[in-house]
């Protein structure tokens, strides 16, 4: 079988199943059945097995793990990375604001060759946002700084905009 369909126990009676779907809690609780949503019969099975194998031949390669950033590359990073602490700082309090939370997600490679964008950015949400914050997740295994450290981030910025 390739897909299962997640459902109920069967019915103690009828030992039916009776519906499909599962709750996280019937996963943990062990209380689902498991049904083959397709099957097969060996000559099938064998033809589908032999496909796999053929796919599983044409897998690219891994590539280099980690990217390296350059001197020039990894002081860019750092820009980046002082504006939206600065942001963060900028944007804390005022916890009674008003308005619309908008989310911007900010590329890597924005992080990385685009300082002066994100510093825009950071000073246009501090002129016209109320409040926010700014998270900054480290993605261990992205990317190393000039001197190997990590230097794999993932940033969002939650601003709570006024709206008149």
């Known amino acids: 079988m390739t897909q299962v369909v997640f459902g109920k126990e ?3 009676i009828s030992n039916a199943i009776e519906a499909a779907g599962a709750t996280p809690r019937d996963l943990v609780a062990d209380t689902y059945s498991a ?14 097995d032999y496909a796999s194998e053929q796919a599983e031949i044409d897998i690219m390669p891994p590539r280099e793990p980690v990217t ?5 590359m990894s002081k860019q990073l750092g820009r980046s990375l ?17 308005g619309h939370t908008v989310a911007y997600m900010l590329a890597y490679s924005t992080l990385v060759n685009n300082p002066l964008g994100v510093e825009h950015l950071c000073s246009r ?5 109320a409040t926010g914050m ?4 480290d993605i261990h295994g992205l990317a190393a700084d000039a ?3 990590e ?3 993932m940033v969002v910025i939650n601003a709570l905009i006024p709206v008149e």
Not at 43 to 48: G, P
Not at 68 to 72: I, M, Q, T
Not at 134 to 137: E, F, N, Q, W
């Open 10 to 12: 069967p019915s103690r």
């Open 68 to 72: 390296k950033l350059d001197p020039f």
């Open 82 to 98: 002082e504006a939206l602490s600065s942001l963060d700082e900028a944007l804390k309090g005022n916890d009674d604001a008003q």
């Open 151 to 153: 230097a794999g981030k």
């Open 134 to 137: 700014v998270d900054s997740l």
């Open 125 to 129: 949400l501090r002129a016209v946002a």
């Open 35 to 48: 049904v083959p949503l397709v099957t097969t019969n060996a000559e099938t099975a064998a033809l589908i």
């Open 147 to 149: 001197n190997g450290a």
